[in-house]
C-alpha cells in the first residue's frame, strides 16, 4: 500500500516514495529489498538509550545477515550533535582472509574516482594461551610481521589509482579499532558481512566491536570479482566513473 500520511516531510525530498508494508519487519524489508537488490539500505541503530534489552533481537543484524545489498548503519551516536565530517577520507575494517575483499575492492573503486584516500585498518590479536583457538577459526596472521606482509598484499591487489594508508596495531580489538579509526580522519567505515555481525544463540548481533564508533558503518555483502554497474552507481557518480 501506499500513503501519504506518515513521515510527511518526505514530500520535501526528491524521488522518494513511502511504502508501507504488511508482515514480520525482517521478513518483509527483505522481500522488498531483494526485488531491488540494486539498492542501498539504511538502518539506524537501536540502541538509543543504552539500558540492557536480553531478549532483544536486532532488526539490522537479522538484515545484515541476509541481505545480498550494502546496508549503512551508525556505532555510537549522539542524539543533537553532528556527524564528524570526514572529507576524501574512507576507512575499511580488514578483520581475516575469511572474510573477502569486496568491501575492500568497494572501497577502493570509491576512493580512486573521487581522489580520496582509503585507509585500512587491522587489528592483530595478542599472542597468549588463547592463540591456539585463534588459529583454528581464522587464518589471520598473528605476528606484526606476518601482518604487514598480509596487509601489503592485499593492498597489492586493489585499484592501482587508490591512494591507500595501513593503520595496524596489537591488542583487544573493541579498544583499538576506534583509536586506528580516529587517525584515520575518516567519518565512514566499510567492513565486510562477516565482521558486521556475529552468529548468537538466539540469532545474529551486530558485532560489539563497533559500538564505540562515532561513524557511519556500511556492511558490504560478498560481491563477485567483476561488479556490474548498478543503480547505486549510477545515483553515486564517484562509483560510475570507478566502474
Not at 513521515?7 to 508482515?23: H, S, T, V
Not at 531483494?34 to 543504552?50: A, H, I, K, W, Y
Not at 531478549?55 to 545489498?69: C, E, Q, T
Not at 598480509?150 to 593503520?167: C, D, F
Amino acid at each position: 500500500s501506499r500513503l501519504k500520511s506518515f513521515f510527511a516531510e518526505a514530500d520535501n525530498y526528491p524521488n522518494c516514495d513511502r511504502m508501507l508494508i504488511a508482515g514480520d519487519p525482517a521478513e518483509a524489508i527483505a522481500r522488498y529489498c531483494q526485488s531491488m537488490r540494486d539498492t542501498l539500505l539504511l538502518l539506524p541503530p537501536s540502541n538509543q538509550s543504552g539500558l540492557p534489552r536480553p531478549w532483544h533481537r536486532s532488526l539490522r543484524a537479522k538484515l545484515m545477515a541476509r541481505l545480498p545489498i550494502p546496508i549503512w548503519t551508525l556505532g555510537r551516536t549522539y542524539v543533537g550533535e553532528p556527524m564528524p565530517a570526514g572529507s576524501n577520507h574512507l576507512a575499511a575494517f580488514v578483520s581475516s582472509p575469511e572474510e573477502g575483499t569486496s568491501h575492500l575492492r568497494y572501497g577502493a573503486h570509491y576512493a580512486a574516482a573521487t581522489n580520496s584516500t582509503l585507509h585500512l585498518i587491522h587489528v592483530i590479536p595478542n599472542v597468549d594461551e588463547g592463540s591456539l583457538t585463534h588459529t583454528l577459526r581464522s587464518a589471520a596472521p598473528l605476528g606484526e610481521e606476518y601482518a604487514e606482509a598480509w596487509m601489503q598484499e592485499i593492498t597489492a591487489s586493489l585499484e592501482p589509482a587508490a591512494k591507500i594508508e595501513l593503520h595496524m596495531d596489537q591488542g583487544p580489538a573493541r579498544r583499538l579499532l576506534p583509536q586506528l579509526f580516529d587517525r584515520t580522519g575518516a567519518d565512514m567505515l566499510l567492513v565486510s558481512r562477516q565482521a558486521a555481525c556475529e552468529p548468537q544463540l538466539l540469532g545474529p548481533v551486530v558485532n560489539p566491536i563497533f559500538q564505540r564508533l562515532s561513524a557511519g558503518i556500511l556492511s558490504v555483502p560478498f560481491l563477485p570479482e567483476t561488479a556490474v554497474l548498478t543503480r547505486l552507481a549510477e545515483l553515486n557518480p564517484g562509483f560510475a566513473r570507478a566502474s
